[in-house]
């Protein structure tokens, strides 16, 4: 069957929530994408930040596979190894106390709002509390997570949304202080922000809010669900400035593709009891199997090495557009999540560097962002520069 009716098919049936890119994948491997003809794409997106390890990958396979024959899903009434050593190696990893398995991204945003109110009703008893998130930020599409998603576009036909979300500037410390009341519980921000053009956070500002939260008694929740799990040559983002939050939120590459996501908390901020939280899937056997092999292979692999590695020489490939192009405005990022600002809308751009083979996609602000597979190469780096910049011309 052709394409063109696998996407008539598709269309017939599936609820019309995207615009999609006219391609049926049929398979992946390493750092590239085959479509159902047979036509390979360099993938520069990995499934939105999902893929850091690659499509493919033996180690990976081997994991998921052995755990599929074993035992996929019990619940969490019970334990069960997985579960418990992904937990062990998260918490190594984020320098947190507590880990929350979650199904998504989202959910673990859901997570991280209720921690933070069930810490603040504690120390007050009072039920109007109050959490400060960012505008131009993205935490998800559930209500809570749409909530303190700071892009009216997103939130605007799905009124009332969660009470007590008030929004400042990013990397703003004032801005941030002109809404603290006696109410807020917390301050949610992304240390580096993906969905709303790649804008990494200053280190200033991520240790003036520790301090504000410090002193008021704040919860600071960082979503590191996209700029997280070494995409920025860190483990995560946030330890460039060296600053712990009370909550962290991670998903997309935890599970190399597989639906997992966990917010964290230390051990001061774990407020939520048994009855408070659940989840009939969140971190079963199979998912969890698939995360502690991607830590493991973080590990015994080096992956934040390469990222720093390959970012930078992806940095100094986009600095030469950037200095050729008056088009672009601006370059931004670390390691290998980096975006190109345009002076207008980049669509056409990464539509015609998909044509020719090279899979981009877009932030908001006219960004194109850069969130390949953290195992990429400097050839393929290559590989993209030269099909983005013919689709510059173009
Ligand atoms: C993708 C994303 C989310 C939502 O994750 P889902 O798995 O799509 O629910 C939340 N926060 C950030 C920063 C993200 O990039």
Request: aromatic share 8%; glycine share 10%; net charge negative.
């Amino acid at each position: 069957m052709k394409a063109e009716e696998y996407m008539a098919r598709g269309e017939s049936v599936l609820l019309h929530t995207y615009n999609r890119t006219p391609i049926v994948f049929d398979r992946g491997e390493g750092v590239c994408l085959y479509d159902i003809e047979g036509k390979r794409y360099l993938d520069f997106a990995a499934g939105i930040a999902v893929f850091g390890l690659g499509y493919h990958n033996p180690k990976f396979d081997a994991a998921v596979k052995e755990q599929v024959d074993k035992l996929i899903h019990t619940s969490n009434l019970y334990y069960n190894v997985p579960a418990i050593e992904a937990a062990e190696k998260l918490v190594k990893a984020t320098g947190m106390d507590r880990v929350f398995f979650t199904n998504s991204g989202t959910e673990a945003i859901e997570g991280a709002i209720k921690t933070a109110r069930k810490y603040a009703v504690q120390k007050d008893g009072r039920t109007d509390h109050e959490i400060i998130a960012m505008n131009h930020s993205f935490h998800g599409r559930s209500m809570g997570a749409l909530s303190v998603t700071g892009n009216p576009h997103y939130q605007q036909d799905f009124r009332p949304l969660i009470g007590g979300v008030r929004f400042a500037e990013y990397n703003d410390l004032d801005s941030v202080l002109t809404q603290v009341t006696d109410r807020t519980c917390a301050v949610i921000l992304e240390p580096i922000q993906g969905e709303g053009g790649i804008y990494p956070a200053d280190a200033e500002f991520l240790r003036a809010l520790r301090k504000l939260c410090d002193e008021r008694d704040i919860l600071l929740i960082f979503d590191e669900i996209q700029c997280g799990m070494g995409r920025s040559g860190k483990m995560f983002a946030c330890q460039h400035a060296g600053v712990q939050p009370d909550v962290m939120t991670v998903a997309k590459a935890l599970g190399n593709g597989l639906p997992i996501g966990a917010f964290l908390t230390t051990e001061k901020a774990a407020s939520l009891v048994p009855g408070d939280h659940g989840s009939t899937y969140g971190g079963n056997p199979l998912v969890c199997a698939g995360a502690r092999a991607v830590l493991d292979i973080f590990e015994s692999e080096d992956i934040l090495g390469h990222v720093c590695e390959v970012g930078a020489y992806l940095w100094d490939k986009l600095e030469l557009l950037r200095e050729k192009y008056p088009i672009i405005k601006e370059h931004r990022g670390k390691g290998l999540i980096q975006g190109l600002e345009f002076r207008e809308s980049p669509a056409e751009i990464a539509r015609a560097a998909i044509k020719r083979g090279v899979i981009l996609i877009t932030a908001e602000n006219n960004v194109i962002r850069f969130v390949p597979p953290l195992i990429i190469e400097k050839e393929h780096v290559d590989e993209m520069a030269e099909v983005l910049e013919e689709s510059i011309k173009e």
